[in-house]
């Protein structure tokens, strides 16, 4: 029986995580040339196996030469075969593997691994999000937190968590690490497509800070901000962001 869309997802996440743990542990590679060759190794994995399952599809991903024929498709994956170098390349927890779909520029399904924590987050096995405790915690990033984030933060009481990649960030409120993902640094369709998936389908708030949903495929892959947090917090951080906005102009 062939694989559905999600599952399809979840596993070839899954097993692009084992392989790039194999390229670090395989002792061959060291700084710089490891993230390299992780990346590639993981790019030309997915990218195989999805030219070989769906092969109907486009594709977008942060390692290949975009090809713009992707605009005229309606189903299009989108995938990051390790986003946070750095973390990967640390043997930190924080890094992870994107595989999306989007269609007509919906995030429709994917999955999120986390190789180092052992973990895949997929958006057809949405698990229970815990509560939010007293005081909330947003990610940020640990190398350069966004000033806009910070004052936020600072606006609604809420404790800074530094963290690695975008997809671990998302995934950390899922698995009630953290509470909100605010990002105003600037990103790419492959950054979030994924995490964006797998956040709506475990019923977070998804979208820009002005509040607009995300649009992927688009001619420009640039995604200026994003807002990733409960439903229940998501009029109070725009209206926080919309301020902080109003008052640098």
Not at 114 to 121: A, E, F, N, S, T
Not at 204 to 232: F, W
């Amino acid at each position: 029986m062939a694989m559905t869309d999600a599952a399809l997802a979840a596993h070839l996440a899954q097993v692009a995580g084992q392989l790039l743990i194999a390229v670090r542990t395989s002792g061959v590679f060291a700084d710089k040339a490891l993230g390299k060759a992780g990346d590639a190794t993981a790019n030309q994995f997915l990218c195989h196996a999805l030219r070989a399952q769906r092969p109907e599809d486009a594709l977008l991903s942060e390692e290949e030469k975009d090809n713009l024929e992707r605009l005229a498709a309606s189903r299009v994956w989108i995938v990051d075969p390790v986003d946070g170098t750095r973390e990967y390349g640390e043997a930190r927890a924080d890094w992870a593997v994107h595989v999306a779909l989007a269609v007509d520029g919906v995030p429709m399904l994917g999955a999120v691994a986390l190789p180092d924590q052992g973990r895949v987050l997929r958006s057809d096995q949405p698990v229970p999000v815990p509560p939010a405790p007293e005081v909330l915690r947003m990610v940020v990033s640990r190398t350069r937190p966004a000033p806009e984030a910070e004052a936020v933060a600072a606006m609604i009481g809420a404790e800074l968590v530094p963290m690695g990649s975008a997809g671990a960030k998302a995934m950390a409120v899922i698995l009630g690490e953290a509470d909100i993902y605010l990002h105003t640094g600037g990103q790419y369709e492959w950054d979030s497509c994924a995490p964006a998936a797998v956040a709506l389908a475990h019923g977070l708030h998804v979208s820009r800070i002005d509040g607009t949903p995300l649009v992927y495929n688009q001619a420009d892959t640039y995604m200026p901000d994003l807002l990733i947090c409960r439903k229940e917090h998501a009029d109070m951080v725009l209206a926080r962001v919309a301020e902080v906005s109003a008052a640098s102009r």
